[in-house]
């Protein structure tokens, strides 16, 4: 079964310092990659994703990631960050032979001093 | 209005009533999630319908009960929860293909009592 970790629970980073937050799957194949952004009281929304072709992806709010094969990673990142980022970001994994199950990552949460 | 809309945005009860979570979305997509997300766990899908029809239920407990009328509406049923029900209900729709985003709602919290 497809799995996915994020081996940091909670992540602390001063405003304009550059931010990389981790994710890393379990699946046989290359699966389709998400990483999703929570604000407090809010839903999900879609940062970016990864299906095939270029590895690094360009998403929403000046984030990127890109998918390592070799790792099984999927990793975050932004260069600067603004006191709005912080949030809950979530990595989650798709594949065809799933269908519509999405897995879910635990979550980082991203507090950002000022 | 646009997008994935949840009422009630809260909700408290107590273990024998009976409520209703439900969802709306306007964005044209065939598929329709219940997720259920409690404070350091996981996000856990609970049902997911693609053209009205069930097609993933992950064993969920009986006292969760959904039901989709149309492509546009979903509802979660309640009856006799326990406190560890109390969590964030969201709801999400996409395209209903794993390669589809998922759009969510803002979802609603649930209290048992």
């Known amino acids: 079964a497809q799995s996915v970790t994020q081996p940091d629970i909670h992540i602390t980073v001063s405003e304009g310092a550059s931010l990389e937050l981790r994710c890393n799957y379990s699946?046989?194949?290359?699966?389709?990659l998400f990483w999703y952004v929570q604000s407090p009281g809010q839903g999900l929304q879609l940062l970016l994703k990864y299906f095939s072709g270029d590895t690094l992806v360009q998403g929403i709010k000046g984030f990127e990631a890109e998918f390592k094969r070799s790792q099984s990673s999927f990793n975050l990142r932004k260069p600067s960050v603004h006191w709005s980022d912080a949030a809950e970001y979530f990595c989650?994994?798709?594949?065809?032979?799933?269908?519509?199950?999405?897995?879910f990552g635990p979550g980082t949460r991203l507090s950002v001093l000022p | 209005e646009t997008g994935v809309t949840q009422t009630p945005r809260h909700l408290v009860m107590g273990m024998t009533n009976k409520k209703s979570l439900k969802c709306e979305q306007h964005l044209g997509h065939n598929a329709m999630y219940w997720y259920k997300q409690s404070a350091k766990k996981p996000l856990e899908l609970m049902f997911v319908y693609s053209l009205e029809e069930r097609v993933e239920n992950n064993s969920v407990p009986s006292r969760f009960s959904p039901e989709c009328p149309n492509s546009s509406h979903l509802f979660l049923h309640l009856h006799t929860l326990q406190p560890e029900d109390s969590a964030l209900y969201l709801c999400?729709?996409?395209?209903?293909?794993?390669?589809?985003?998922?759009?969510f709602g803002e979802g609603s919290r649930l209290t048992v009592l």
């Open positions: 999400a729709s996409s395209r209903g293909d794993s390669t589809g985003e998922l759009f």
């Open positions: 699946y046989g194949a290359t699966p389709y």
């Open positions: 989650a994994v798709g594949a065809p032979d799933y269908g519509q199950n999405f897995v």
